[in-house]
């Protein structure tokens, strides 16, 4: 099969006023981040979707852009009165770039997993429609004032999720042509234009954030799915003659200096390095190489201040840091607090997160004939699902 293009419509109208707040629910922070950027990202990830939009009610023009900042997507468009109305409007925004298949997805579902997604888009080879569904496993009562009426025959009943994908132009017509029905979900327009739809495997994981209850379990799972990830860092610099050494950003007086491009402060290269490899994005040299010019003489702080900000582009938080200085001299001991303070401000964590230690090597070693410090330094940094 040829390669498809795929654009992706998030439906994000809804007002949410079973969710009982006045922010529309999809805009809530879920373990600090937006329902809506958590959904968002999902799309943007999946390698077989090419663009991504968002369709919005007007009023949340300010909302989305904050939740969704920085994030590379199609410009946003506005919803109807109905979701089939603002699944329409997306459609027909997208009459130029024309994509061959399009994935209709809620915003309220920031779970949804790579398989789900890939399943529909492999489902659309063999029709024009497919959504994802779970079968029924409870048993089904139709009652009327409280009262069951009858116990309804569950075989082949299906709860439908999203993202539902279609082809472009199959959908497109059958939305036009719905226009003015009160249809719940996009392949029922499908199946009122006579137009195939499969049913591919969903997950409990993609469930929708609708009630206070569904919030609570968003937050449960994001912690759940949390990851720790570690990194180490180690550097080494010489004594040159010189006044004083600049150690944890505190400059400390001296009988030498420490010989290095920047201001050669081994601490904050070895715990930069463990910031670097704690998300595998190489080490200090690659980012800030002693070649360039622009670093000769440089604060370190710097070099930790842009790992951080990498950190923090790939949702890290830094859980704490540990660093041994190993020297004879000088006693960090008497600057060990002005260190911590230093670290504890540039990675905006609390002091109590921060540790600086210092060791000798008894006398043994470069550092023992005191040509040198050497500084360690572990980071550990959760990520949120
Ligand atoms: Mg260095």
Redesign the pocket.
């Known amino acids: 099969m040829p390669e498809m293009t795929c654009a992706a419509l998030i439906v994000a109208g809804g007002r949410g006023s079973r969710f009982g707040a006045t922010l529309p629910k999809q805009y809530a922070p879920v373990c600090g981040i937006p329902l809506i950027r958590r959904t968002v990202q999902k799309l943007l990830d999946h390698p077989d979707v090419n663009a991504v939009r968002v369709v919005i009610h007007p009023d949340d023009i300010e909302l989305y852009d904050s939740a969704l900042d920085g994030l590379s997507l199609l410009d946003p468009v506005f919803g109807g009165e109905t979701r089939q109305e603002s699944v329409l409007n997306g459609l027909e925004s997208l009459v130029d770039d024309r994509p061959d298949i399009v994935l209709v997805h809620d915003a309220a579902r920031p779970f949804v997993s790579n398989r789900v997604i890939s399943s529909v888009i492999e489902a659309l080879g063999r029709a024009p429609g497919a959504l994802p569904a779970l079968p029924l496993t409870d048993t089904i009562k139709r009652s009327a004032r409280g009262l069951i009426l009858e116990t309804v025959d569950r075989s082949g009943l299906y709860r439908a999720q999203t993202p539902q994908g279609f082809r472009y132009d199959d959908i497109l017509r059958a939305h036009r042509g719905a226009a003015g029905c009160a249809l719940t979900d996009d392949a029922a327009v499908m199946e009122k234009a006579g137009l195939d739809v499969l049913l591919v495997e969903g997950c409990e994981e993609n469930f929708k954030v609708t009630t206070p209850e569904d919030h609570s379990r968003a937050e449960r799972l994001v912690r759940d799915n949390a990851q720790t990830r570690v990194g180490t860092g180690f550097?080494v610099?010489r004594f040159v003659q010189g006044e004083s050494v600049t150690l944890c950003g505190v400059e400390i007086p001296h009988e030498f200096a420490l010989e290095?491009h920047s201001d050669a402060d081994?601490a904050l290269?070895a715990l930069t390095d463990a910031l670097l490899g704690a998300i595998g994005a190489g080490d200090i040299g690659l980012h800030f190489p002693p070649s360039d010019p622009r670093w000769k003489g440089a604060a370190s702080k710097v070099f930790l201040e842009h790992a951080v900000s990498l950190v923090r582009e790939k949702g890290g938080s830094i859980v704490n840091v540990d660093v041994t200085l190993i020297c004879e001299s000088p006693r960090i001991g008497p600057h060990r607090s002005a260190m911590i303070a230093v670290v504890a401000d540039v990675l905006g964590i609390d002091a109590d997160r921060v540790s600086v230690k210092a060791t000798t090597t008894e006398g043994l070693g470069f550092t023992g004939r005191k040509e040198g410090v050497a500084a360690q330094a572990l980071a550990n940094l959760a990520f949120l699902g």
Do not use: E
């Open positions: 550097d610099h290095g081994v290269h």
